[in-house]
C-alpha cells in the first residue's frame, strides 16, 4: 500500500510541537518547518529570551537552519509552515528568501504581517510573490497561545522544568522574619527563573542598605540588622541569589558560574535603580559583592564588609576554607541548621531550623553542592580577573565610607584574612571586633548594625 501524502496538517502539527517545546522553556509558543519536496528540511521554535536575540522568532529560526541545509539563502520550491501569522520582520524574511508557499495557523491582529494588520505578501511591486494561506489548526494554535499567556497573567513567574521552588509553606511563620516577599524573573541574564528579594523602607531614603547574603545562608541571615537599618530611616534591599532563599532552585549544578551570579546581580541593582546604597556582605555576598561597585560607583556610599574576602588567584584560599570546601565534598547533605547551631550557641532551635526551609530535600541543594568549588583558586578561574580588577578599585579608587565588622571565632574567614583585606580597602578604619562572633556574626547583628547606622550617619530615627 503506498504512503500517505503528508497534509498541510500535518506539518502544521510538527510546527505545533515546537511551539509546545518553546512553552516549555518560557518563550511564547510558536513553532516552525520548514519543508521541501515532501520532507521537513527545518525546525523552529521561538527563542529571544533563551538567545537574548530580538530576531529569534520560530520562523527565522527554522529559515536560518533551511538555508544550512540546502546550502542556500535562496529557499526557492520550500513552504514554511507557523503556528502563528508571520510579524513584518518575518514576512519580509519569507519574502527575501523566495519561499513558494507560507501556511499560518492562528492570526495575529496586533502583530499579523500576513493579512491582520498589514499584508506584505500582497504588494505585487516586490520583486517575489510568495502564496500564503492561513487557519491551518488555527484552533489549536490559538487556544495554546491563550493557555500560556493565561498562565502568565494568573502566575507572573512561572517554574521553569529545570527548576524546584521550595513550597511558600516553608517560610511561614519563620522567627524574627515578617517581611513580605518580592519578586522578580525578567532580568535578561535570570530568563526565568524568580528571584526574591526584601525591600523595605522608603524608596527614597537617604541610604540604601543592599545586604547580600554567602552559601548556605539566604537573607533570613540578615533579620536582626533590618530592624536596626529602617529604624534609622533607612531602606534594605536584600535578595536570594538564584539556589538559596526563596529564590528559585536549579536543579542542576551546573547552572552556577561566578561570573552568572555576579551578572544577575548588576541587572538586579540596575533595575530596582538603587542609589545612595551601603553595600553590606558577607562570605559570598562578598566574594561577589565585592566586585559589583567599580561597574557604577555613582550608586555607592559604603561599604559594610563582615568576614569574606575577595578571591583574586594571587594568594592560596585559607586553611579554613579548604578545610570547609572538603567538608562540603565529603558529605554534601549537611545540616544547614546544626552547622548555625554550632557556630551560634545563642541561637533557638526554631531559628536554626529556619536557614533549613529553603532546602526541603536533596533536589534544592544544587547550590549548596557548587558553590564551594566556584570560589575562584587560579589566576585563570572564573571570577578570579574580575576580583583582581574589584582589589585594584577598592585600594585606589574607592571614595566612600567603609566599616568593617570581623567575628573572631571564625575558623573560615576570620581575621586574619579580614585584616588582610582592610589593608587592601582604601582609607578602611580599625575594624568592629566581635570576640564571639564566628563566620554568620549577622547573628550578633544588632550591635553591628547600631554602629554602621553611627559611621555612616544616617538619618535619625523617625
Request: proline share 8%; aromatic share 8%; with cysteine.
Amino acid at each position: 500500500m503506498p504512503a500517505l501524502t503528508p497534509t498541510d496538517e500535518d506539518f502544521m502539527r510538527l510546527a505545533l510541537a515546537q511551539a509546545k517545546a518553546a512553552a516549555a522553556d518560557g518563550e511564547v509558543p510558536v513553532g516552525a518547518v520548514v519543508v521541501k519536496d515532501g520532507q521537513v528540511i527545518a525546525i523552529g521554535r521561538n527563542a529571544p529570551i533563551e538567545g537574548h536575540d530580538p530576531t529569534a522568532h520560530a520562523e527565522v529560526v527554522a529559515l536560518r537552519s533551511a538555508a544550512q541545509a540546502l546550502g542556500n539563502y535562496r529557499l526557492e520550491g520550500c513552504t514554511l509552515y507557523v503556528t502563528l501569522e508571520p510579524c513584518a520582520m518575518c514576512s519580509g524574511a519569507m519574502l527575501h528568501a523566495r519561499l513558494a508557499r507560507v501556511v499560518f495557523g492562528a492570526a495575529d491582529p496586533k502583530t499579523g504581517a500576513a493579512g491582520s494588520v498589514l499584508n506584505l505578501f500582497a504588494h505585487e511591486q516586490l520583486n517575489h510573490q510568495t502564496v500564503v494561506q492561513g487557519g491551518v489548526l488555527a484552533d489549536e494554535a490559538a487556544e495554546l497561545l491563550r493557555g500560556f499567556f493565561k498562565e502568565r497573567r494568573v502566575n507572573q513567574h512561572p517554574l521553569r522544568e529545570d527548576a524546584l521552588r521550595a513550597p511558600d509553606a516553608c517560610f511561614q511563620d519563620l522567627p524574627g522574619y515578617p517581611w513580605q516577599p518580592h519578586y522578580l524573573s525578567d532580568l535578561p541574564t535570570l530568563n526565568g527563573w524568580r528571584m526574591h528579594y526584601l525591600d523595605e523602607g522608603p524608596p527614597d531614603a537617604p541610604l540604601t542598605w543592599l545586604c547580600l547574603h554567602g552559601n548556605p545562608a539566604w537573607s533570613y541571615l540578615y533579620r536582626k540588622m533590618i530592624p536596626v537599618l529602617l529604624a534609622s530611616g533607612g531602606r534594605v534591599v536584600a535578595p536570594d541569589m538564584i539556589g538559596f532563599g526563596r529564590s528559585d532552585k536549579p536543579k542542576k549544578e551546573s547552572a552556577h558560574s561566578f561570573s552568572w551570579h555576579r551578572q544577575v546581580l548588576l541587572e538586579f541593582i540596575a533595575r530596582l535603580d538603587l542609589r545612595n546604597v551601603v553595600l553590606v556582605v558577607q562570605d559570598w555576598g562578598g566574594l561577589l559583592g565585592l566586585t559589583l561597585p567599580m561597574e557604577a560607583p555613582e550608586r555607592y556610599r559604603g561599604l559594610l564588609v563582615m568576614n569574606t574576602t575577595l578571591a583574586t588567584g594571587e594568594t592560596p584560599l585559607s586553611p579554613g576554607f579548604l578545610a570547609w570546601r572538603t567538608m562540603c565534598a565529603q558529605n554534601p547533605a549537611f545540616d544547614v541548621a546544626r552547622l548555625f547551631a554550632r557556630g551560634n550557641p545563642q541561637m533557638g532551635a526554631d531559628e536554626c531550623a529556619a536557614y533549613n526551609a529553603p532546602f526541603p530535600d536533596k533536589g534544592h541543594r544544587a547550590a549548596l553542592r557548587a558553590f564551594p568549588a566556584l570560589v575562584p583558586e587560579h589566576l585563570d578561574d572564573d571570577g578570579a580577573a574580575i576580583s583582581r580588577q574589584a582589589q585594584d578599585f577598592w585600594s585606589s579608587q574607592w571614595t566612600g565610607q567603609s566599616f568593617m565588622a570581623i567575628g573572631q571565632q571564625d575558623p573560615v574567614l576570620g581575621e586574619p584574612v579580614m585584616r588582610a583585606l582592610q589593608r587592601s580597602i582604601r582609607h578602611c578604619p580599625e575594624p568592629m571586633l566581635l570576640p564571639q562572633a564566628g563566620h554568620f556574626l549577622q547573628e550578633h547583628g544588632e550591635a553591628i548594625a547600631q554602629a554602621a547606622v553611627r559611621h555612616f550617619g544616617a538619618a535619625a530615627p523617625r
